[in-house]
C-alpha cells in the first residue's frame, strides 16, 4: 500500500473527499452528456439537428423556423442573415419564441456527412427549390407557413413571422371558385364535370394577375365554367394569409401534380386523374375558353 494514515479518522476524512470529487465529476460529466440543445433553443442560437431540434421544440411547447440556407454563396440568403437574423430585434424574440434550425447547403464548408444527408432528406421533404427558404413548422414537422427573403430589415421580418402564426380564417375566393379541394370533388361528381386547378400567386406572380385579369375574370369565361367547370383556386400568395390546413393541402396538391411554377392550370376529373394541362395563354376570354373545349375534346 503506498499511502499510510496515521489514524482511522485521517483514512475517513480523505476517503469523503475522494468520494466527493468523483461524485461531482460524475454529476459533471452526466450534465454534459445530457444537456439538451433545448438550452441553444432557449438562447435563440441556431441549432443543425433537425431532431433535436423538434424535441427542443416539444418540450418547450414553440414552433421550429427552419432555415434552408447556402450560406457561403447565396447572396440573398447572405442578405437575410446580415439584415435579419443578426440583428437585435430577431434574436429577442426568437429566444422567447421560437426554435432555431439551419439546415445548410454550403459550396466550400464541409458538413458532417450525417448533417448533408439529412438536410438533403428534408429539403425534398418539404420542396425546397430555391434558397433561402424559411419554412415554419410545428414540433410534428407540420407545415405553419412558408416565406423567404424578405426587405425591411429585422423589425419588419419579425412582424411578418408573427403574423403567419396567427390563427387566420381563409379570405374567400372569388364567386364561382372554390378553394377546398374535397369539396370540389363533391361537385364534380354531383354535376359530371371535370375540375380546373388554378395553382396560383395571386398577390405576386405577374403571369397569374394576367390570366386573372384578362381571362377569368370577363364574362365569356364565367358563362363557360357554370355550364362545363368546377373552379378551384389553389394560391400560393406572399401576404395574404392563410388556414395552416389551406397550406397544407395546396402544398400536397401541388406535390402531387409535379406544379413547379405559376400559373398552372390542370384540368381534372373528379378522382382527380389528370385530363390535360397548361398556363397563361394570350388572346383572352373567348380565345381561351375555345383552348380549355380543344383540350378537354381529347
Known amino acids: 500500500m503506498a499511502t499510510f494514515f496515521k489514524t482511522w479518522q ?21 450534465e454534459a452528456v445530457e444537456t439538451p440543445e433545448v438550452t441553444q433553443a432557449k438562447a435563440g442560437e441556431w441549432i443543425t439537428d433537425y431532431d433535436r431540434a423538434a424535441a427542443a421544440a416539444a418540450e418547450l411547447g414553440r414552433p421550429m423556423l427552419l432555415d434552408f440556407t447556402g450560406s457561403d454563396w447565396c447572396g440573398w440568403c447572405i442578405k437575410l442573415d446580415d439584415e435579419v437574423f443578426s440583428k ?13 434550425v439551419k439546415l445548410d447547403f454550403p459550396r466550400k464548408k464541409k458538413l458532417p456527412e450525417a448533417e448533408k444527408k439529412r438536410n438533403a432528406e428534408l429539403s425534398d421533404l418539404y420542396g425546397v427549390r430555391g434558397y433561402p427558404t424559411i419554412i415554419l413548422v410545428d414540433a410534428e ?9 424578405r426587405q425591411g430589415g429585422a423589425e419588419a421580418y419579425v412582424g411578418h413571422l ?47 394577375i394576367r390570366l ?37 393541402q395546396n402544398e400536397a396538391l401541388m406535390e402531387q401534380y409535379g406544379v413547379e411554377g405559376f400559373p398552372t392550370i ?20 373567348e380565345a381561351y375558353v375555345k383552348h380549355l373545349k380543344e383540350l378537354l375534346k381529347k
Open 266 to 285: 390542370i384540368l381534372v376529373d373528379a378522382d382527380g386523374e389528370v385530363l390535360a394541362e397548361t398556363g397563361y395563354r394570350r388572346g383572352g376570354a
Open 212 to 248: 386573372d385579369e384578362e381571362v377569368f375574370s370577363k364574362p365569356e369565361f364565367t358563362a363557360y365554367a357554370e355550364e362545363a367547370l368546377v373552379l378551384v383556386k389553389l394560391d400560393f400568395p406572399q401576404d395574404i394569409p392563410q388556414s395552416r390546413e389551406l397550406i397544407r
Open 141 to 149: 414537422g407540420n407545415e405553419l407557413g412558408r416565406t423567404g427573403y
Open 10 to 30: 485521517q483514512w475517513v476524512a480523505v476517503a469523503a473527499v475522494t468520494l466527493g470529487l468523483a461524485g461531482a465529476a460524475r454529476a459533471e460529466e452526466a
Open 162 to 208: 408573427q403574423k403567419m402564426l396567427e390563427p387566420v380564417e381563409d379570405v374567400a375566393a372569388a364567386d364561382g371558385w372554390l378553394t377546398d379541394f374535397k369539396e370540389a370533388q363533391k361537385q364534380a361528381r354531383e354535376t359530371g364535370r371535370p375540375m380546373l386547378l388554378d395553382f396560383t400567386g395571386s398577390d405576386w406572380c405577374g403571369w397569374c
Open 88 to 100: 437585435p430585434e430577431f434574436t429577442a424574440y426568437a429566444k422567447e419564441s421560437l426554435v432555431l
